[in-house]
C-alpha cells in the first residue's frame, strides 16, 4: 500500500514513520512517497527516517519528490501536512495580531483566520490534483486550520478527505487517566469544531463517570486541562473544554502572557527548527538524536504562555508525550483499508450530527470508521454557550472559504472583524492591511 505525506519535509513526519515501523497489520503501508517544496528538508528527514527504519527489514521503502503529481499518481492515502509561508509565517501571524493587542494564534483568533487565507487556495489546488491524480485515494488532513482546510477540500472530495487533530485523542487519555479508567473501555462524548470543543460525558459501562471526576478537585488537579481551567470554572460549564479554549474564556489573561513573553510560541518553534535543519544537514551526528532533542524542547514549551497565565507553571512530565495524532492517522488508515471497525474523533461533515449547523459544515465529533469512511455519530445538542461560540467562529471559517475561492477581499475583512477575539472592525481592517502586507500569498484578494 501506498502512502504519499505532503509536507515530506515537515518535523513532525517521523512520528507518523515510527508508527508506521509498529504497525505489523496486515496490508501495511509498504511504500512512503514525501513530497515538499523544500528539498534540503526533506534530505534532512530522510536521514531521520532511514535511522528509524535501521533493524526494521520490512520498513517501508522511502522515496522523495518536489513534483505534486509524480507524488499523488496512483496513491492510497494522502497525509497533508502543508504549511503555506512555514515557521516564518506563523511567526509574522503571532506578531501582527499582537501588535493590535489581540490573539495571534496559529489556528485561533486572527492568525489562525490569516493562515487559513493563505492555506485554502492551496488546499483546493490539492484536492482537485488528488481527484485527478488518484481518485481512488482517501486523504487525511493534518494541516490547520483542520476543520477549516478539511471543509475546504471536501468540496471537491466529498467524505473521502477527513481531518485528525491530535487535542481530542491527548484530553480523553488525560482524562481517563485521571478517571483510573482504560481509554479503550470508555466512551468520550465530545462534540464542536477542531480547538473548539468539549468533553462533556466519560462513559463506561454505560454510566457516565465524568461528574464525579468534576467534583474531585484533586483529581482535576492531576491533569493538564484540570489545572489550565480550574475547577470552579469546570463546574461551571459542566464539562472539560479542549485547550484551545483557554484562549477564548481567558482571552485577556492570554493576551497579557503572550505580550509579556520573550518570544511568541511561533518564535520560539521556528528558532528550534531552524536549528535543528541547519545543524543536522552539516552534522555528520545522528540525525535521530538530533531531531529527538529538538522534540522533546518542543513539547516541553507547548501552550507556555496559557500555562503561565493560569499561573500552573511547567508542563507535567506525563503530559509531554504527543496526542498521538500519527497513531490516530494510522487507526484511520487501517479501519478503511482493512475494513476494521474504530471509533475515532475526526473532523468530517456534519450531516445531521450537531443541531444548529448544515449538513456540510465540518465539525469535529466521535466516527465510525470502516471501509466505507468515517460516518459521525450524533449526541446530545451543544448547549447554548458552546454552539453559539462554534456558530461564530463557524461563520469566520465560511467567510474565509468565501474570499479564498472568490478572492473576494470583503470577505476576508468579514472574517476578521467577526470573530469573537477581534473587537474592533477598525482593529480588523488594520490587521488585514498588515496581514496583505506581509504576505504576498494574499495577492488573489481584491
Given at each position: 500500500?501506498?502512502?504519499?505525506i505532503?509536507g515530506?519535509?515537515g518535523?513532525?513526519?517521523?512520528?507518523?514513520?515510527?508508527?508506521?515501523?509498529?504497525?505489523?497489520?496486515?496490508?501495511h503501508?509498504?511504500?512512503v512517497?514525501?513530497?515538499d517544496?523544500?528539498?534540503?528538508?526533506?534530505?534532512?528527514?530522510?536521514?531521520?527516517?532511514?535511522?528509524?527504519?535501521?533493524?526494521?527489514?520490512?520498513?517501508?521503502?522511502?522515496?522523495?519528490?518536489?513534483?505534486?503529481?509524480?507524488?499523488?499518481t496512483?496513491?492510497?492515502?494522502?497525509?497533508?501536512?502543508?504549511?503555506?509561508?512555514?515557521?516564518?509565517?506563523?511567526?509574522?501571524?503571532?506578531?501582527l495580531?499582537?501588535?493590535?493587542?489581540?490573539?495571534?494564534?496559529?489556528?485561533?483568533?486572527a492568525?489562525?483566520?490569516?493562515?487559513?487565507?493563505?492555506?485554502?487556495?492551496?488546499?483546493?489546488?490539492?484536492?482537485?490534483?488528488?481527484?485527478a491524480?488518484?481518485?481512488?485515494?482517501?486523504?487525511?488532513?493534518f494541516?490547520?486550520?483542520?476543520?477549516l482546510v478539511?471543509?475546504?477540500?471536501?468540496q471537491y472530495?466529498?467524505?473521502?478527505?477527513?481531518?485528525?487533530?491530535?487535542s481530542?485523542?491527548g484530553?480523553?487519555?488525560?482524562v481517563?487517566?485521571?478517571?483510573?479508567?482504560?481509554?479503550a473501555?470508555a466512551?468520550?462524548?465530545?462534540?464542536?469544531?477542531?480547538?473548539?470543543?468539549?468533553?462533556?460525558?466519560?462513559?463506561?459501562?454505560?454510566r457516565?463517570?465524568?461528574?464525579?471526576?468534576?467534583?474531585?478537585?484533586?483529581?482535576?488537579?492531576?491533569?493538564?486541562?484540570?489545572?489550565?481551567?480550574?475547577?470552579?470554572?469546570?463546574?461551571?460549564?459542566?464539562?472539560?473544554?479542549?485547550?484551545?479554549?483557554?484562549?477564548?474564556?481567558?482571552?485577556r489573561?492570554?493576551?497579557?502572557?503572550?505580550?509579556?513573553a520573550?518570544?511568541?510560541?511561533g518564535?520560539v518553534?521556528?528558532?528550534?527548527?531552524?536549528?535543528f535543519?541547519?545543524?543536522?544537514?552539516?552534522s555528520?551526528?545522528?540525525?535521530?538524536?538530533?531531531?529527538?532533542?529538538?522534540?522533546?524542547?518542543?513539547?516541553?514549551?507547548?501552550?507556555?504562555e496559557?500555562?503561565?497565565?493560569?499561573g500552573?507553571?511547567?508542563?507535567?512530565?506525563?503530559?509531554?508525550?504527543?496526542?498521538?495524532?500519527?497513531?490516530?492517522?494510522?487507526?484511520?488508515m487501517?479501519?478503511?483499508a482493512?475494513?476494521?471497525?474504530?471509533?475515532?474523533?475526526?473532523?468530517?461533515?456534519?450531516?445531521?450530527?450537531?443541531?444548529?449547523?448544515?449538513?456540510?459544515a465540518?465539525?469535529?465529533?466521535?466516527?465510525?470508521?470502516?471501509?466505507?469512511?468515517?460516518r459521525?455519530?450524533?449526541?446530545?445538542?451543544?448547549?447554548?454557550?458552546?454552539?453559539?461560540?462554534?456558530?461564530?467562529?463557524?461563520?469566520?471559517?465560511?467567510?474565509?472559504?468565501?474570499?479564498?475561492t472568490?478572492?473576494?477581499?470583503q470577505?476576508?475583512l468579514?472574517?476578521?472583524?467577526?470573530?469573537?477575539?477581534?473587537?474592533?472592525?477598525?482593529?480588523?481592517?488594520?490587521?488585514?492591511?498588515?496581514?496583505?502586507?506581509?504576505?504576498?500569498?494574499?495577492?488573489?484578494?481584491?
Amino acid at each position: 500500500m501506498r502512502l504519499t505525506i505532503l509536507g515530506g519535509g515537515g518535523f513532525r513526519v517521523p512520528l507518523v514513520y515510527r508508527a508506521l515501523l509498529a504497525d505489523r497489520a496486515k496490508g501495511h503501508v509498504t511504500h512512503v512517497v514525501l513530497h515538499d517544496l523544500d528539498a534540503a528538508r526533506m534530505g534532512v528527514i530522510g536521514r531521520v527516517l532511514a535511522e528509524q527504519a535501521a533493524g526494521f527489514p520490512h520498513a517501508p521503502r522511502i522515496s522523495v519528490t518536489t513534483d505534486l503529481d509524480e507524488a499523488l499518481t496512483d496513491t492510497d492515502f494522502v497525509f497533508s501536512a502543508i504549511r503555506v509561508g512555514g515557521l516564518a509565517g506563523r511567526e509574522a501571524d503571532e506578531r501582527l495580531a499582537l501588535g493590535e493587542g489581540v490573539l495571534g494564534q496559529e489556528t485561533v483568533g486572527a492568525g489562525g483566520i490569516a493562515y487559513g487565507l493563505r492555506t485554502v487556495p492551496v488546499a483546493i489546488d490539492i484536492a482537485r490534483r488528488v481527484a485527478a491524480r488518484a481518485p481512488g485515494a482517501w486523504v487525511i488532513n493534518f494541516t490547520n486550520p483542520a476543520g477549516l482546510v478539511t471543509e475546504a477540500m471536501s468540496q471537491y472530495l466529498g467524505d473521502r478527505v477527513i481531518g485528525i487533530c491530535d487535542s481530542p485523542v491527548g484530553l480523553g487519555r488525560r482524562v481517563a487517566a485521571a478517571l483510573g479508567v482504560d481509554p479503550a473501555s470508555a466512551w468520550f462524548d465530545y462534540a464542536g469544531l477542531n480547538h473548539l470543543g468539549w468533553l462533556r460525558a466519560v462513559r463506561v459501562d454505560g454510566r457516565d463517570v465524568l461528574p464525579g471526576l468534576l467534583r474531585d478537585d484533586a483529581a482535576l488537579a492531576s491533569f493538564e486541562e484540570g489545572r489550565l481551567f480550574g475547577g470552579e470554572w469546570l463546574r461551571t460549564i459542566g464539562a472539560v473544554p479542549n485547550e484551545y479554549l483557554h484562549y477564548y474564556y481567558f482571552d485577556r489573561d492570554a493576551v497579557a502572557a503572550a505580550r509579556a513573553a520573550r518570544q511568541s510560541r511561533g518564535a520560539v518553534v521556528l528558532d528550534q527548527q531552524r536549528d535543528f535543519y541547519a545543524r543536522t544537514a552539516s552534522s555528520p551526528g545522528s540525525a535521530l538524536q538530533a531531531w529527538e532533542a529538538t522534540r522533546l524542547r518542543r513539547e516541553v514549551t507547548y501552550m507556555a504562555e496559557n500555562r503561565e497565565a493560569a499561573g500552573v507553571g511547567e508542563r507535567a512530565s506525563e503530559d509531554l508525550d504527543s496526542g498521538g495524532y500519527e497513531k490516530v492517522a494510522l487507526a484511520l488508515m487501517r479501519a478503511i483499508a482493512q475494513d476494521e471497525r474504530a471509533t475515532l474523533i475526526l473532523n468530517v461533515r456534519n450531516r445531521d450530527t450537531l443541531a444548529g449547523l448544515d449538513s456540510d459544515a465540518v465539525v469535529e465529533v466521535p466516527c465510525v470508521v470502516d471501509a466505507g469512511g468515517a460516518r459521525p455519530v450524533a449526541g446530545d445538542p451543544l448547549p447554548d454557550h458552546a454552539l453559539g461560540l462554534v456558530a461564530s467562529v463557524k461563520a469566520v471559517e465560511r467567510a474565509v472559504l468565501e474570499a479564498a475561492t472568490t478572492g473576494s477581499r470583503q470577505a476576508a475583512l468579514r472574517a476578521m472583524a467577526i470573530h469573537p477575539l477581534v473587537d474592533s472592525v477598525t482593529v480588523a481592517r488594520r490587521l488585514l492591511e498588515r496581514y496583505e502586507s506581509e504576505f504576498p500569498q494574499l495577492g488573489y484578494l481584491r
